[in-house]
């Protein structure tokens, strides 16, 4: 039985739907279920439901509100991933943890992997970080799978945004100067489940892996993607108009590189994500004419 918090969310959502599909037991919790920060809560559900292994898809995701949401950032990025931490240990119980590539500032020249330094930008990627350590610090037994630009069928994100403008709009303006690796919950949610039986044989598979798609774009290359993707089924193609950053001030400070060098995680898995175009074209596709 797995365990999974977060099951709102888009990673949580899809590793329901991921799991159901492959037969795997799960016990997937929402927020208003247990809230990851209150330690009671998180060690009833534990006991409750005894998993193999625990996944924590649950996080403060809003990057923008989290430079004034302070508090709600710090509990669902580091404490609440302190407290999983913490009742997974008691119970010798595998953790698998996500994270973000916007631990990093962005000025590297090149994909950054697992050992470069932290340096967010933004409260968002120093929570995260901060969940980081208090994972690594609470649970011997936890892999931390840092992602990036995650999309997919449920939930909230940029892609389903691209899709929804395009059909209302004649141009879309997009950011061309942040370079990154669009990453779909689909491949996070099975690649968590090819983990899940390996970790139960206690092994040496545990720590900090980078995952996401293969190969990197901006977000203005993301968008034109996901519009043509559409385009291909409605002939509606609007313009994509790459913009810089400078054009489009936002709260949050974003890594201008934050591609993830995932080679460590291909060597010692066996496997990797699809490259992110071809999941970007498979998921705009599923959602033209729903979302
Ligand atoms: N989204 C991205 O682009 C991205 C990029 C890199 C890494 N990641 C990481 O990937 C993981 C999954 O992200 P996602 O995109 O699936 O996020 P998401 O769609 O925002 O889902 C996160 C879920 O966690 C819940 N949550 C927030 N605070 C909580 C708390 N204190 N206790 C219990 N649940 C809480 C949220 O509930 P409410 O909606 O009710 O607040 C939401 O349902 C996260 O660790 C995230 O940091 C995401």
């Given at each position: 039985?797995?365990?999974?918090?977060?099951?709102?969310?888009?990673?949580?959502?899809?590793?329901?739907?991921?799991?159901?599909?492959?037969?795997?037991?799960?016990?997937?919790?929402?927020?208003?279920?247990?809230?990851?920060?209150?330690?009671?809560?998180?060690?009833?559900?534990?006991?409750?439901?005894?998993?193999?292994?625990?996944?924590?898809?649950?996080?403060?995701?809003?990057?923008?509100?989290?430079?004034?949401?302070?508090?709600?950032?710090?509990?669902?990025?580091?404490?609440?991933?302190?407290?999983?931490?913490?009742?997974?240990?008691?119970?010798?119980?595998?953790?698998?943890?996500?994270?973000?590539?916007?631990?990093?500032?962005?000025?590297?020249?090149?994909?950054?992997?697992?050992?470069?330094?932290?340096?967010?930008?933004?409260?968002?990627?120093?929570?995260?970080?901060?969940?980081?350590?208090?994972?690594?610090?609470?649970?011997?037994?936890?892999?931390?799978?840092?992602?990036?630009?995650?999309y997919g069928e449920f939930g909230n994100n940029f892609l389903k945004t691209m899709l929804r403008l395009a059909r209302d709009r004649?141009?879309l303006?997009?950011?061309?100067?942040?370079?990154?690796?669009?990453?779909s919950?689909r491949?996070?949610?099975?690649?968590?489940?090819?983990?899940?039986?390996?970790?139960?044989?206690?092994?040496?598979?545990?720590?900090?892996?980078?995952?996401?798609?293969?190969?990197?774009?901006?977000?203005?290359?993301?968008a034109?993607r996901i519009v043509e993707a559409q385009a291909n089924i409605t002939g509606r193609r609007p313009?994509?108009?790459?913009?810089?950053?400078?054009?489009?001030?936002?709260?949050?400070?974003?890594?201008?590189?934050?591609?993830?060098?995932?080679?460590?995680?291909?060597?010692?898995?066996?496997?990797?994500?699809?490259?992110?175009?071809?999941e970007t074209d498979a998921v705009a596709q599923a959602l033209t004419g729903k979302s």
């Amino acid at each position: 039985m797995i365990l999974i918090f977060g099951a709102g969310g888009q990673v949580g959502q899809e590793l329901q739907r991921t799991a159901f599909a492959k037969g795997v037991a799960c016990k997937a919790l929402s927020r208003l279920e247990v809230d990851i920060a209150n330690a009671a809560d998180v060690a009833r559900a534990l006991d409750e439901t005894a998993p193999t292994l625990v996944v924590n898809a649950a996080a403060y995701t809003k990057v923008d509100l989290a430079e004034t949401e302070i508090n709600a950032a710090q509990r669902g990025n580091e404490i609440g991933p302190g407290v999983i931490g913490k009742a997974c240990a008691a119970r010798e119980t595998p953790l698998i943890h996500l994270s973000t590539d916007y631990v990093f500032d962005g000025t590297k020249i090149g994909p950054y992997m697992e050992s470069d330094p932290l340096a967010p930008l933004g409260v968002y990627g120093r929570t995260k970080a901060a969940g980081e350590s208090a994972v690594r610090d609470a649970a011997p037994l936890h892999i931390i799978l840092r992602t990036s630009w995650v999309y997919g069928e449920f939930g909230n994100n940029f892609l389903k945004t691209m899709l929804r403008l395009a059909r209302d709009r004649d141009e879309l303006r997009v950011v061309a100067d942040q370079h990154g690796c669009p990453t779909s919950a689909r491949d996070i949610a099975v690649a968590i489940l090819r983990l899940a039986p390996r970790l139960e044989t206690g092994s040496d598979l545990y720590g900090l892996y980078h995952f996401a798609g293969v190969g990197a774009t901006s977000w203005h290359g993301f968008a034109s993607r996901i519009v043509e993707a559409q385009a291909n089924i409605t002939g509606r193609r609007p313009k994509v108009t790459a913009i810089a950053t400078a054009d489009y001030p936002t709260p949050a400070r974003r890594p201008a590189n934050s591609v993830l060098d995932c080679s460590l995680f291909v060597r010692k898995f066996g496997f990797g994500a699809h490259h992110w175009g071809e999941e970007t074209d498979a998921v705009a596709q599923a959602l033209t004419g729903k979302s």
